[in-house]
């Protein structure tokens, strides 16, 4: 019997992008089990995406990262055009785009996110707004048009909801990193928060914005289809943990430590949320 050769490089590629969710990101990675397989491939392909670019604006200091990011995007762009990229990871992601007709703008906006990265940056609030869309609202509005398999009513009814639960992940990513991002890259993404004389005030009121992010996000969460509903809900209570915690310590604490939720307590959490499911209290 005749090998496809095609059919053998697509499962290699989505194979790259699963084992780049499973090495970057274990949490994520947990949630993204949950879902059905063919949405799992999707997930999958677009996190690989999205992580290969970040780490180009994050971790490529010894190299041109504007040259990598460019080549980057301009390879994104013929993947989707031609239907095939000799890169894995924009095979992988080629496919789902194409596959769920994932809109060229929200590809175009998270891209001039990573863009506005390349530079160490005191964001303004114009700018954060255009940067949370770019690098975490779009991504959520990339997963809800697989979540929506073309059903274009859904995805329009559940569009702010997804937008606003990338938006809590990405503004509490900013809190754990705080340290990182503003000693080593240079970047402040809160507006008028000078992290030398950062308050207890400032950092409530910016758990208030996200609690706000949170409370819309779980709305939509409750109407998801069941198949994609437990792995979201499993990153929702992730992330509402990880703040949890978050909201326990000081700023002087926050800005000397990175925070995060051990393997033991991510499984634990998973059962319960097995269980929540499964007794459809979501």
Request: aromatic share 14%.
């Amino acid at each position: 019997m005749e090998i496809d050769r095609i059919a053998l490089y697509n499962d290699v590629s989505l194979l790259c992008s699963a084992t780049t969710t499973q090495k970057y990101s274990t949490s994520f990675s947990l949630g993204t089990k949950l879902f059905s397989k063919d949405i799992q491939e999707a997930i999958y392909s677009i996190y690989g995406f999205v992580r290969v670019a970040d780490e180009i604006v994050d971790s490529f200091h010894s190299y041109n990262k504007e040259k990598l990011l460019t080549d980057f995007k301009n390879q994104t762009y013929e993947a989707i055009s031609e239907g095939i990229s000799t890169n894995p990871i924009l095979q992988s992601y080629q496919i789902a785009v194409n596959r769920y007709n994932i809109d060229r703008d929200l590809i175009d906006a998270f891209l001039k996110s990573m863009e506005m990265d390349l530079n160490p940056k005191l964001y303004s609030r114009d700018e954060i707004g255009e940067y949370i869309y770019g690098s975490a609202e779009v991504v959520g509005l990339m997963c809800l048009k697989v979540f929506c398999r073309g059903n274009q009513e859904e995805f329009d009814k559940l569009c702010l909801p997804a937008k606003k639960l990338g938006a809590a992940f990405q503004k509490i990513n900013f809190l754990r990193d705080i340290r990182d991002d503003y000693n080593n890259l240079g970047r402040v993404y809160f507006p008028g928060v000078d992290f030398n004389n950062f308050t207890q005030k400032q950092k409530a009121e910016i758990e208030q914005d996200i609690q706000a992010d949170f409370d819309d996000a779980y709305v939509g969460i409750k109407q998801l289809n069941r198949d994609s509903q437990l792995g979201v809900y499993v990153a929702y209570k992730y992330y509402t943990s990880l703040f949890k915690k978050i909201k326990k310590v000081s700023p002087n604490e926050l800005l000397s430590k990175r925070y995060r939720i051990s393997n033991f307590k991510k499984i634990a959490l998973l059962a319960r949320c097995w269980v929540v499911y499964k007794l459809r209290m979501v």
